[in-house]
């Protein structure tokens, strides 16, 4: 089943498709319009902002926080009732060095905001922080998608791993295109819709 979505589609695979077409679309607009540089790094309003961005023309729900529990595989994320006081935890984190830019994401991750998304959203709103505190970015193309995958799922836990990983793909190409957009390639960083999707707890 797909999820409730703008554009009246019921297959999941077929959303899915349309869901990174339109995405893409729109986060070359976020990054030419300058619109990412009017937000405050690190906030949960504007990752909100970034979300909404991306997906209100595909979700009712784009850019508000869920109001369901979710998992991935035997991980849950953040339940509903202390959703809230995380992210405002979050908001409060110190972002001064790398090591506190990716404890922040980690957080973030295991938050888990919102239905759907939430990958693309943060991997921009992660970006914006590293841009502006330390003039740096990711270069997702130079980060394999397993490794990635496999140290955020330990990250919770240990998050020595994905400091590493993130650092060794450090650039200060902030202003290049190409390395902004692999960082929303969902072919690239999910290997199939379903296999590391968020399910919907039914409690």
Same mark, same amino acid.
């Given at each position: 089943?797909?999820?409730?979505?703008?554009?009246?589609?019921?297959?999941?695979?077929?959303?899915?498709?349309?869901?990174?077409?339109?995405?893409?679309?729109?986060?070359?607009?976020?990054?030419?319009?300058?619109?990412?540089?009017?937000?405050?790094?690190?906030?949960?309003?504007?990752?909100?902002?970034?979300?909404?961005?991306?997906?209100?023309?595909?979700?009712?729900?784009?850019?508000?926080?869920?109001?369901?529990?979710?998992?991935?595989?035997?991980?849950?994320?953040?339940?509903?009732?202390? +959703? @809230?006081? *995380? #992210?405002?935890?979050?908001?409060?984190?110190?972002?001064?060095?790398?090591?506190? =830019?990716?404890?922040? &994401?980690?957080?973030?991750?295991?938050?888990?905001?919102?239905?759907?998304?939430?990958?693309?959203?943060?991997?921009?709103?992660?970006?914006?922080?590293?841009?502006?505190?330390?003039?740096?970015?990711?270069?997702?193309?130079?980060?394999?998608?397993?490794?990635?995958?496999?140290?955020?799922?330990?990250?919770?836990?240990?998050?020595?791993?994905?400091?590493?990983? +993130? @650092?060794? *793909? #450090?650039?200060?190409?902030?202003?290049?295109?190409?390395?902004?957009?692999?960082? =929303?390639?969902?072919? &690239?960083?999910?290997?199939?819709?379903?296999?590391?999707?968020?399910?919907?707890?039914?409690?």
């Amino acid at each position: 089943m797909a999820l409730e979505n703008k554009l009246g589609i019921t297959d999941s695979a077929e959303l899915a498709r349309m869901e990174e077409k339109i995405s893409k679309k729109k986060a070359i607009e976020l990054f030419e319009s300058g619109y990412l540089e009017s937000l405050e790094a690190g906030k949960f309003i504007s990752l909100a902002a970034i979300h909404k961005y991306l997906f209100d023309e595909i979700y009712d729900f784009a850019g508000m926080v869920r109001d369901v529990n979710l998992a991935k595989g035997n991980f849950r994320f953040a339940p509903v009732m202390y +959703l @809230k006081a *995380a #992210l405002e935890h979050i908001d409060a984190m110190p972002q001064s060095t790398y090591e506190e =830019i990716v404890e922040k &994401y980690v957080e973030m991750n295991i938050a888990h905001p919102f239905r759907e998304g939430n990958g693309r959203s943060m991997r921009i709103w992660f970006d914006l922080m590293l841009k502006k505190e330390l003039n740096l970015v990711v270069d997702w193309s130079k980060v394999d998608k397993n490794d990635y995958l496999l140290a955020m799922e330990r990250s919770p836990v240990k998050d020595i791993e994905i400091k590493y990983i +993130l @650092k060794e *793909a #450090l650039t200060e190409k902030i202003g290049d295109r190409e390395i902004y957009m692999k960082g =929303i390639d969902t072919s &690239y960083y999910y290997e199939g819709y379903m296999v590391y999707k968020a399910e919907e707890l039914g409690v």
